[in-house]
Nanobody, 127 residues
Framework: QVQLVESGGGLVQAGGSLRLSCAAS????????MGWFRQAPGKEREFVAA????????YYADSVKGRFTISRDNAKNTVYLQMNSLKPEDTAVYYC????????????????????WGRGTQVTVSS
């Protein structure tokens, strides 16, 4: 059983930056592809970014491409999401997720492909 705990959310002005972290425990972190999703009030959970077990392959939603960067540190069992040039429409609860397997190519982008989820961290971008 893998436990995921997100941190780093908060309130930021439009154009600002935040760095989210997701700490994993209870499993072999390098056995999992990792992803970030978000859910705004009244909307479905949507894919943001994903990274392969090695970190060599990344994938982004079009809405965040060029602004967000996903990375991981397997020695620290942590995945990160650097968010720059934030917009009010980025406001949501951000969730970290883990998908078992080293063969994902590209990394998974749908909620059903992920095995474990964190509880989320709120990101609010004011205009």
């Amino acid at each position: 059983q893998v436990q995921l705990v997100e941190s780093g959310g908060g309130l930021v002005q439009a154009g600002g930056s935040l760095r989210l972290s997701c700490a994993a425990s209870g499993g072999t972190f390098s056995s999992y592809a990792m992803g970030w999703f978000r859910q705004a009030p009244g909307k479905e959970r949507e894919f943001v970014a994903a990274i392969s077990w090695s970190g060599e392959s990344t994938y982004y939603a079009d809405s965040v491409k060029g602004r967000f960067t996903i990375s991981r540190d397997n020695a620290k069992n942590t995945v990160y999401l650097q968010m720059n040039s934030l917009k009010p429409e980025d406001t949501a609860v951000y969730y970290c997720a883990a998908a078992y397997g080293s063969s994902w190519q590209p990394p998974p982008t749908t909620t059903g492909e992920y095995d474990y989820w964190g509880r989320g961290t709120q990101v609010t971008v004011s205009s």
